[in-house]
């Protein structure tokens, strides 16, 4: 069973930046991905980041590219979201996901989800 624990969500001006952490535990395989995700208030899930289990790979949508950098830990077994240059339109809970094998941007090809954490960027 693999678990994903957020943190470093929070209330920042735009032009801010945030700094997003996800704590993966359990996971047994080599090939995965995890992705980021977020959903605002009455629109659906849609896709932010991923990088490949080893973090040789990024990927991005192109609303955040130039913005937002997924990096990871490992000896900190931690993945990030850096969040730079925020605007109104990145608020929304973020949460990390978990996939096995091929890349995806679909939420339903994610198989774990963290708990959400919510990212507030003010006007």
């Known amino acids: 069973q693999v678990q994903l624990v957020e943190s470093g969500g929070g209330l920042v001006q735009a032009g801010g930046s945030l700094r997003l952490s996800c704590a993966p535990s359990g996971i047994t395989v080599r090939a995965y991905y995890l992705g980021w995700f977020r959903q605002a208030p009455g629109k659906e899930r849609d896709f932010v980041a991923a990088i490949t289990g080893s973090g040789g790979s990024t990927y991005y949508t192109d609303s955040v590219k130039g913005r937002f950098t997924i990096a990871r830990d490992n000896a900190k077994k931690t993945v990030y979201l850096q969040m730079n240059s925020l605007k109104p339109e990145d608020t929304a809970v973020y949460y990390c996901?978990?996939?096995?094998?091929?890349?995806?941007?679909?939420?339903?090809?994610?198989?774990?989800w963290g708990q959400g954490t919510q990212v507030t960027v003010s006007s």
């Open positions: 996901a978990f996939k096995r094998g091929p890349y995806s941007t679909s939420p339903d090809r994610y198989d774990y």
